[in-house]
């Protein structure tokens, strides 16, 4: 199983014309129009008897031509995915392609059956053998219909999907760039399955802090769709959805909110208080609400997303390991550490068993179980799960990635509470470097950074350079969070103790009641 935000197809395979019509063999030709109506009409099982029908009829007319089996055999392939009788659909598939290819011609059927196993495989969460068949199919519709055919656009965007599932974004991004390209100019720039292409895009760029471009594809995504769909359209939401996540990686923590708030009520509306997409919605809320330290906001939101997918997913499914690990960082914010670790360690074992060792997801969880682990004094199980997370970013973010920088921030501060200031150091200024370049100075998360740096460089006596990042991170605090925010009080009660090792007492002490004012008003 894997994550449903890629998950949901856009396009859909032809599944009851996957061969011209064939000589009349009146009796299953005539139950293969019955089934397909069937099933083209919704009644899957009852389409699906009716195929099976056909197919035990055109056994006993013992046609010569192989093409009449494979025929059948097909559509009841077809029928079985849909059912998800998937042992079935690919049992069927195979006997279908082995009949194709005993015609001795080439086929565009065996380009369907291999397209087939690899949705059945795609749905049984065997993404490495489902990449593989998807890769063989798209060229073969490349032989067959060439390069820039509509014909490859299925094909195209399920082996994308597969990629942007398992950030592998370099394989991912040319693949929709080339399926924007075909569809584009085979339906139309405005078509709405343009519009999922760049909405797909969107996620890619937003991934790889790439934010303008991800804000860019992101509105073209929502122009097509509300143009296309009408302002209330579910898929207007995602649009929505989506461009507030960007906004509250750059910080716009107002636009962000009132972009979630309308998305949240499209998805209500449309799809019910308990649809999926809703706890996805309330889930990025609660986030929004976490990084302003909102947590009386944040917690009983994130409960209510987590309720949802426990009512609707498997005990073992990523989307819940998901909430799990998103209350679970309101209680590390609350140091509420005990259940932390808890749903850290329940979400990091479902994760590595639906996506394997090396997924971002895995990283996301083995860093924040680490923090716990750290903040109760347990460093010497937290350095090398700091460690292996910083290695999977790396690999599959590169070396100047944001997320990067928070495990190097961690990992300094690791190092830095065991008395370890040579290996600290570089570790916060190589972060530090990265987020400058990355997000810019004026950032919030910048200057969090500057105060934990100043804060280093204020314990090994360098007060000068304690000074000046405390200097130039407060301000944006300031604009970011508001003077009554906890954040602007802590960095305040550590500037007030430089003051006081520089002996700058009056300094210290009217700082230190800024900042006490501030802890008893709990904002």
Not at 427 to 446: D, F, M, N, S
Request: with cysteine; aromatic share 8%; charged share 25%.
């Amino acid at each position: 199983m894997k994550a449903s935000a890629h998950r949901i197809p856009i396009f859909v395979m032809m599944l009851f014309t996957t061969a011209a019509a064939q000589p009349a063999e009146p009796k299953w030709q005539i139950i293969i129009q019955e089934a397909s109506k069937a099933a083209e009409a919704g009644d899957l099982e009852h389409g699906y008897a009716k195929f099976r029908e056909a197919l035990v009829a055109a056994e006993q007319d013992a046609s010569d031509d192989p093409a009449d089996l494979a025929f059948c055999h097909h559509h009841l392939a077809n029928i079985c995915l849909l059912c998800q009788r998937y042992d079935e659909a690919r049992t069927h598939y195979m006997k279908a392609k082995l009949y194709w290819e005993s015609t001795g011609k080439p086929q565009p059927e065996i380009m369907t059956c291999i397209f087939g196993l690899a949705r059945v495989h795609e749905e049984r969460g065997e993404d490495p053998e489902a990449i593989e068949l998807f890769e063989r199919a798209l060229k073969l519709a490349e032989v067959a219909h060439g390069p820039d055919s509509p014909e490859l656009a299925s094909c195209l965007f399920r082996l994308a999907n597969l990629y942007h599932l398992q950030n592998r974004f370099d394989l991912a991004e040319p693949l929709y760039d080339r399926l924007l390209n075909i569809l584009a100019n085979d339906r139309g720039p405005d078509h709405p399955d343009v519009g999922k292409v760049w909405n797909a895009l969107a996620d890619i760029y937003q991934s790889q802090y790439r934010l303008e471009e991800a804000q860019g594809a992101n509105l073209r995504a929502l122009t097509i769709w509300v143009k296309a769909l009408g302002p209330e359209h579910t898929d207007v939401a995602i649009s929505l959805k989506n461009m507030a996540d960007v906004y509250q990686r750059l910080a716009n923590y107002a636009l962000a909110e009132s972009l979630y708030t309308d998305a949240l009520e499209i998805f209500e509306k449309n799809l019910g208080p308990e649809a999926k997409l809703v706890s996805t919605c309330l889930n990025s809320i609660a986030e929004l609400y976490r990084s302003q330290a909102r947590y009386d906001e944040a917690e009983p939101i994130s409960r209510r997303a987590l309720a949802i997918k426990e009512k609707l997913l498997d005990p073992e499914h990523p989307d819940l390991a998901a909430g799990m690990h998103n209350l679970a960082v309101i209680y590390k914010d609350r140091h509420q550490y005990f259940l932390a670790e808890q749903l850290f360690e329940r979400s990091l074992e479902i994760r590595k068993k639906a996506f394997g060792q090396e997924h971002l997801d895995v990283a996301m969880s083995l860093h924040n179980l680490a923090f716990v682990l750290q903040a109760q004094g347990r460093t010497e199980q937290a350095e090398p799960l700091f460690r292996r997370a910083l290695a999977i970013r790396e690999r599959a973010l590169g070396p100047h990635h944001p997320d990067v920088a928070a495990v190097l921030n961690d990992l300094a501060s690791l190092h830095q509470l065991r008395g370890e200031m040579d290996q600290a150091g570089p570790l916060y200024e190589r972060a530090l470097r990265i987020l400058e370049q990355t997000l810019g100075a004026a950032h919030p998360v910048v200057a969090t950074l500057q105060s934990n740096l100043a804060v280093f460089h204020m314990d090994c006596g360098s007060y000068a350079t304690a000074d000046s990042l405390f200097t130039r991170a407060l301000p944006t605090l300031v604009a970011s969070y508001g003077r009554q925010h906890a954040r602007v009080a802590i960095c305040q009660e550590n500037m007030a103790e430089l003051d006081r090792r520089m002996g700058r007492q009056a300094e210290a002490e009217a700082k230190a009641a800024r900042a006490a004012e501030l802890a008893d008003g709990d904002p």
